[in-house]
């Protein structure tokens, strides 16, 4: 069977949960103090995981929760300042938004459809809200390299060079190495004892070249030449 020239747009697939059901249980999670994980990867599935927030904060009142939604692929522009205001980490795998992965011609692109892709990947936009980003690979979907990944984030372009796609919600290197390291760190509510090169945190590691002076294009293959775990050299490449 071929497939529709403008893909799969009109299809709206189904939630895990009806949304008044799920609505329930991030509630009775959070009133136990468990931190809720939900993969959701379209405009309907993250406002679903939102309004649970929403209900759970109404409900049991707030606290420092830091909920996850995972993926965050399509996101409704009207939902972006709602991360910050309910707390809830935008924990995003950038290398999923190349252009060669999920751009014009791939299958994300296509059944997502032209008047919904602006919606992909608001990395810059959810930052500029406030929310907290927190960066990762998903593997096996996408290369486990987080230089590859803050590449991506930074250019929205092919690995070979060529075109970005939706370069206005491409970040700064700054902000792409705070979400692997910093955001992740504070999202797992560990940025106590990692995350940052800081005295008396578990790891330090010297990289082959400084991302935050070299060009986009000289990012990957970046490696880490020293590891330095409580102190003691554990990987050294020189």
Same mark, same amino acid.
């Given at each position: 069977?071929?497939?529709?020239?403008?893909?799969?747009? @009109?299809?709206?697939?189904?939630?895990? #949960?009806?949304?008044?059901?799920? *609505?329930?249980?991030?509630?009775?999670? %959070?009133?136990?103090?468990?931190?809720?994980?939900? @993969?959701?990867?379209?405009?309907? *599935?993250?406002?679903?995981?939102? %309004?649970? /927030?929403?209900? +759970?904060?109404?409900?049991?009142?707030?606290?420092?929760?830091?909920?996850? /939604?995972?993926?965050?692929?399509?996101?409704?522009?009207?939902?972006?300042?709602?991360?910050?205001?309910?707390?809830?980490? +935008?924990?995003?795998?950038?290398?999923?938004?190349?252009?060669?992965?999920?751009?014009? *011609?791939?299958?994300?692109?296509?059944?997502?459809?032209?008047?919904?892709?602006?919606?992909?990947?608001?990395?810059?936009?959810?930052?500029?809200?406030?929310?907290?980003?927190?960066?990762?690979?998903?593997?096996?979907?996408?290369?486990?390299?987080?230089?590859?990944?803050? #590449?991506? +984030?930074?250019?929205?372009? !092919?690995? /070979? *060079?060529? +075109?970005?796609?939706?370069?206005?919600?491409?970040?700064? /290197?700054?902000?792409?190495?705070?979400? #692997?390291?910093?955001?992740?760190? #504070?999202?797992?509510?560990?940025?106590?004892?990692?995350?940052?090169?800081?005295?008396?945190?578990?790891?330090?590691?010297?990289?082959?070249?400084?991302?935050?002076?070299?060009? !986009?294009?000289?990012?990957?293959?970046?490696?880490?030449?020293?590891?330095?775990?409580?102190?003691?050299?554990?990987? @050294?490449?020189?």
């Amino acid at each position: 069977m071929s497939r529709p020239a403008g893909g799969c747009r @009109h299809h709206r697939g189904e939630t895990f #949960y009806p949304a008044e059901e799920f *609505g329930d249980l991030p509630t009775r999670l %959070d009133a136990r103090g468990f931190q809720c994980f939900v @993969h959701a990867t379209g405009d309907r *599935g993250i406002r679903t995981v939102l %309004d649970a /927030v929403e209900q +759970a904060r109404t409900v049991n009142g707030p606290r420092d929760a830091r909920h996850q /939604v995972v993926h965050v692929e399509c996101l409704d522009p009207r939902d972006t300042p709602r991360f910050a205001r309910l707390g809830v980490v +935008a924990c995003m795998q950038p290398r999923h938004c190349a252009p060669e992965i999920a751009g014009p *011609g791939q299958d994300w692109a296509r059944n997502v459809g032209p008047e919904r892709r602006h919606k992909a990947w608001p990395m810059r936009s959810l930052h500029a809200e406030g929310a907290v980003l927190a960066f990762s690979s998903d593997w096996n979907v996408a290369e486990m390299d987080p230089m590859i990944g803050i #590449y991506t +984030a930074v250019t929205r372009q !092919p690995l /070979v *060079g060529g +075109a970005a796609w939706r370069p206005e919600e491409t970040v700064s /290197v700054e902000t792409a190495v705070h979400a #692997y390291t910093m955001g992740s760190a #504070y999202a797992n509510f560990l940025e106590e004892d990692r995350g940052s090169l800081t005295v008396g945190k578990l790891a330090d590691f010297v990289l082959s070249r400084d991302v935050l002076r070299v060009g !986009p294009e000289d990012i990957p293959g970046t490696v880490a030449e020293t590891v330095i775990v409580g102190g003691e050299v554990v990987v @050294h490449q020189g």
